[in-house]
C-alpha cells in the first residue's frame, strides 16, 4: 500500500469484512533471514471480524503491467491465495484482488502474542530493510487514509522500544 509496484490512478479506503489484517507471514528475505526471521503482514479469514483496507485502482492500460508486477511480488514464494473479494468504498463496493495467508504454506507464522511478534520486528532485518521499518511505513501509510490499525500500532510502539532497549545494550 506505501510502496505500490505499479501506478496508482485512485487510492480509497474500504471496509472489508471476513478478513483481518495480520503480522503472519515469515519474511525471510526482504525484512529478515532465515536465522532471523520477519514477519509480513496477510489477510487471514476471520468470519467474526473486518479490516479497514486500501483499494488502489490503475488505468486500463496499465493493468496487465501492474497485474504482472504485483504478481511476482506477491506471488514468490506461494504464500498467497489470491482472490477477488467484495470492499465496501464510499462510492459503493469494488471488486479488488486480494491476497489471503495460506495457512498451510511454511511461511505462515500464525496467530502470535503481541510481545513476540514485537521481538521479531524489532530485530529482523533482510534485503530490503528491517522488519521495524516495514511495520513504521505500513503504519504510517494507514494512518494518513484514516485507518488506525490498534493491533499494528501496539506492536509497533513495542518493537520500538525493545529497538531502542537493544541499540542502548
Known amino acids: 500500500m506505501w510502496r505500490p509496484c ?8 474500504g471496509h472489508l469484512d471476513g478478513f483481518a489484517r495480520r503480522l503472519c507471514v515469515w519474511t525471510l528475505e526482504a525484512r529478515g533471514t532465515t536465522n532471523e526471521p520477519g514477519l509480513g503482514l496477510g489477510l487471514e479469514a476471520d468470519a467474526t471480524t473486518g479490516c479497514e483496507a486500501i483499494v488502489q485502482r490503475v488505468r486500463n492500460e496499465d493493468q496487465s ?11 514468490l514464494t506461494g504464500i498467497y491465495q489470491p482472490c477477488l473479494l467484495p470492499v465496501a ?32 520486528v524489532s530485530i529482523a532485518v533482510g534485503e530490503l530493510g528491517s522488519c521495524l521499518e516495514y511495520v513504521q511505513q ?11 490499525d490498534d493491533q499494528l500500532h501496539s506492536v509497533l ?4 522500544r525493545l529497538a531502542m532497549t537493544n541499540a542502548e545494550q
Not at 6 to 13: F, G, H, I, M, Q
Not at 92 to 117: C, K, M, S
Not at 157 to 160: I, Q, S, V, W
Open 6 to 13: 505499479y501506478p496508482v490512478e485512485e487510492s480509497r479506503a
Open 65 to 75: 503491467t501492474a497485474l504482472a508486477a504485483l504478481w511476482d511480488r506477491e506471488m
Open 89 to 120: 468504498t464510499p462510492a459503493g463496493t469494488v471488486t479488488a484482488l486480494g491476497f489471503i495467508a495460506d495457512p498451510n504454506h511454511a511461511q505462515y507464522a500464525g496467530q502470535r502474542p503481541l510481545e513476540w511478534q514485537a521481538k521479531r
Open 138 to 148: 505500513t503504519v504510517r501509510a494507514l494512518d494518513e487514509r484514516g485507518i488506525y
Open 157 to 160: 510502539d513495542r518493537a520500538t
